[in-house]
């Protein structure tokens, strides 16, 4: 037992030594991983916002969707008038929120990327950053309503590629301003 833990503050010591020879380095990736483009993120959200609205009106899936999750039109239309708006600021919020992080990560990738290969090519990064994402996350997260909720894969269809196509242009405007 006192064996491992002198090895594992020796360990922690020479880290610690390692870190302090190139701590210059660290800080000037950190000052850059921080260094976002609030433009690109405002724009972004804000056309991922644009996006989620067009999507589920009801000439482009917004039928298909009232219908899979159970809401009855006439229903829907008096519900509509009661907290609209509300809910469309919380979804703008929510929006601009998975822009923030989106473009850290993109940041990150642009600069582990670029001082792996000393290339890279921001748009593709911003592009591949939002497919992984959504492949890892969200596509997966939404299977939870199909499998143990009893709805239709047309809900997960619908969701899964709201969010397939909002992050890939979030991620590609992202991308295109870093």
Same mark, same amino acid.
């Given at each position: 037992m006192t064996c491992s833990i002198r090895v594992f503050t020796c360990s922690m010591v020479f880290l610690f030594i390692d870190w302090y020879d190139k701590r210059e +380095?660290?800080?000037?990736?950190?000052?850059?991983?921080?260094? *976002?483009? %609030?433009?690109?993120?405002? +724009?972004?959200?804000?056309?991922?916002?644009?996006?989620?609205? *067009?999507? %589920?009106?009801?000439?482009?899936?917004?039928?298909?969707?009232m219908k899979a999750v159970g809401i009855i039109p006439t229903a829907q239309e008096t519900q509509q008038k009661k907290g609209m708006g509300g809910k469309m600021f919380v979804s703008l919020v929510s929006v601009f929120l998975v822009s923030f992080v989106l473009a850290h990560v993109i940041q990150g990738m642009y600069i582990w990327k670029g001082s792996t290969t000393g290339t890279s090519d921001p748009l593709m990064i911003g592009v591949s950053t939002g497919l992984w994402i959504w492949l890892g996350f969200l596509a997966t997260s939404l299977i939870d309503p199909v499998l143990w909720q009893n709805k239709p894969w047309s809900l997960w269809r619908i969701n899964a590629g709201q969010w397939l196509v909002r992050l890939l242009v979030m991620g590609a405007i992202i991308g295109s301003m870093v």
């Open positions: +380095v660290y800080v000037v990736i950190i000052k850059k991983y921080m260094d *976002v483009n %609030y433009i690109a993120i405002t +724009v972004a959200a804000l056309a991922g916002f644009v996006i989620g609205f *067009v999507w %589920y009106l009801p000439g482009v899936f917004g039928k298909v969707w």
